[in-house]
């Protein structure tokens, strides 16, 4: 195989394999730009391209990473980084909005209008919970942030899920984020989430560390 400069750059093994799956140099990713060379933790082997790279691992065999989704996790310190190596191969999402890849520690979501953006861990899991990007929440408009009390949230397209150890993770949205984001949000008043939204008469009510913000006729009102 050449790179594109013409100098011979080899590529081989599953990684050749799924290179060549992948439509060699006339393929999404172009030609190589590096050799085939071991990771720094030593789990695994890659060759990087013009537009991406090939990740192998024993556990999780030659996996394509490539595009937007590529650019961010290399910004994020790639297998190194908070997702760990590729486990999936980027797919279409079920809408047809955007694209979805899944790592060891969570999935990067990319779309025209939101980019590419990690969900990771606990947070992740609540996503799914509540449908993924096909739920209430939509598609990821960031990564994970890090903020007070060691805790996390990520920001979708109809809110965000916050996290901490002591609280677990929760999302908040709508009349109810207003709210909350008012009053400080996780530095306010009222601290953080501490469960789901729920039904009541005329409305709804979701329970924070010291108080409630409850919505009826549209009207939230905050109790602490």
Do not use: C
């Amino acid at each position: 195989m050449f790179s594109s400069g013409g100098t011979a750059v080899p590529v081989a093994g599953a990684i050749g394999g799924k290179y060549q799956a992948a439509g060699g140099p006339a393929g999404r990713l172009g030609y190589p730009t590096t050799e085939e060379r071991g990771s720094a933790d030593g789990r695994g082997r890659f060759n990087h391209f013009q537009h991406g790279a090939i990740y192998w691992t024993p556990e999780h065999g030659a996996r394509t990473v490539q595009g937007a989704i590529f650019e961010e996790w290399k910004q994020q310190g790639w297998e190194a980084g908070p997702l760990g190596y590729p486990v999936l191969d980027e797919v279409g999402t079920p809408d047809q909005r955007g694209s979805v890849q899944g790592f060891e520690i969570g999935a990067m979501y990319w779309t025209e209008a939101t980019g590419a953006n990690a969900v990771l861990g606990k947070i992740l899991a609540k996503y799914g919970e509540l449908g993924y990007e096909t739920g209430a929440l939509g598609y990821p408009k960031s990564s994970e942030h890090v903020i007070k009390d060691d805790g996390r949230f990520s920001e979708f397209e109809h809110g965000s899920i916050y996290w901490t150890h002591q609280t677990g993770a929760w999302p908040v949205r709508g009349r109810v984020f207003e709210a909350w984001v008012a009053e400080g949000a996780e530095n306010g008043r009222l601290g953080y989430p501490i469960g789901d939204e729920t039904p009541i008469e005329g409305g709804i009510e979701q329970k924070f560390q010291h108080g409630s913000v409850t919505v009826v006729g549209d009207v939230p009102t905050v109790h602490s």
